[in-house]
């Protein structure tokens, strides 16, 4: 289990990780179709954890702000150790 700043608890599983496919699409993203962030989120954490991660970042007004998500993911990714997986 691990933590970001915000308080934000998550648990990555490391067979989501082992995936050829996963590699490929995180190598297509861009800033010009952010739709590829969505899918490599949800690929790492699965449905359910980018389900609630958004509903953490949520603000009063309803909105899960794109500096918010970015900031997250940013931690999220400083965790995940691709060398590991191939070990």
Same mark, same amino acid.
């Given at each position: 289990? #691990? $933590? =970001? +700043? /915000? &308080?934000?608890? %998550?648990?990555?599983?490391?067979?989501? !990780?082992?995936?050829? *496919? !996963?590699? *490929?699409?995180? #190598?297509?993203? /861009?800033?010009?179709?952010? $739709?590829?962030?969505? =899918?490599?989120?949800?690929?790492?954490?699965?449905?359910?954890?980018? @389900?609630? !991660? $958004?509903?953490? !970042?949520? =603000? +009063?007004?309803?909105? @899960?702000?794109?500096? /918010?998500?970015?900031? *997250?993911?940013? *931690?999220? %990714? &400083?965790? @995940?150790? %691709? #060398?590991? @997986?191939?070990?």
């Amino acid at each position: 289990m #691990a $933590k =970001t +700043k /915000s &308080g934000f608890e %998550f648990k990555i599983d490391k067979d989501r !990780l082992d995936d050829w *496919e !996963l590699i *490929e699409r995180m #190598a297509n993203i /861009s800033d010009e179709d952010p $739709k590829g962030y969505m =899918t490599m989120m949800i690929d790492i954490l699965g449905n359910d954890q980018y @389900v609630a !991660l $958004k509903e953490h !970042l949520r =603000t +009063k007004e309803g909105r @899960v702000r794109i500096t /918010s998500m970015r900031r *997250e993911m940013d *931690e999220i %990714f &400083g965790d @995940v150790d %691709f #060398a590991e @997986v191939k070990n």
